[in-house]
């Protein structure tokens, strides 16, 4: 099991630190939905007792432990990441905080869709 967390961890951590930093674009030709995707899906693995909820500590391990990754070695980038996620600052990472991040990620941080004419 520490193995397909890892794995997925070393996936999540391939997005580098533009989901920690400024721009979610940045450094990644992939579209911004891939990056929720892929957020979600560690999530989901982290999540083994489907509580809805993963302590950001148990998401801190599962990136540092990953083999590879932008991230791995920079623990004020991570820290900031999940700080971002845990919106609540409850030390938890509720399913409602990661899809509302990801529906942030995927809109350029939140930014709102311009209006149709």
């Known amino acids: 099991m520490r ?11 391939a997005l580098g630190s ?3 930093g400024d721009d979610p674009g940045a450094g990644s030709d992939k579209p911004k939905a891939g990056r929720g995707e892929m957020l979600m899906k560690l999530f989901e693995k982290l999540d083994t007792k489907n509580a809805g909820k993963v302590s950001v500590e148990d998401f801190k391990q599962a990136i540092e432990n990953a083999p590879k ?22 030390g938890y990472i509720s399913k409602e905080e990661m899809e509302k991040f990801v529906e942030k990620l995927k809109n350029g941080k939140g930014a709102k869709k311009p209006s149709k004419p």
């Open 18 to 20: 533009a989901c920690a």
């Open 3 to 13: 193995l397909a967390i890892a794995a997925f961890a070393a996936a999540f951590l």
């Open 69 to 90: 990754g932008k991230l791995k070695d920079n623990p004020a980038a991570i820290d900031k990441l999940l700080k971002r996620i845990d919106a609540n600052g409850d």
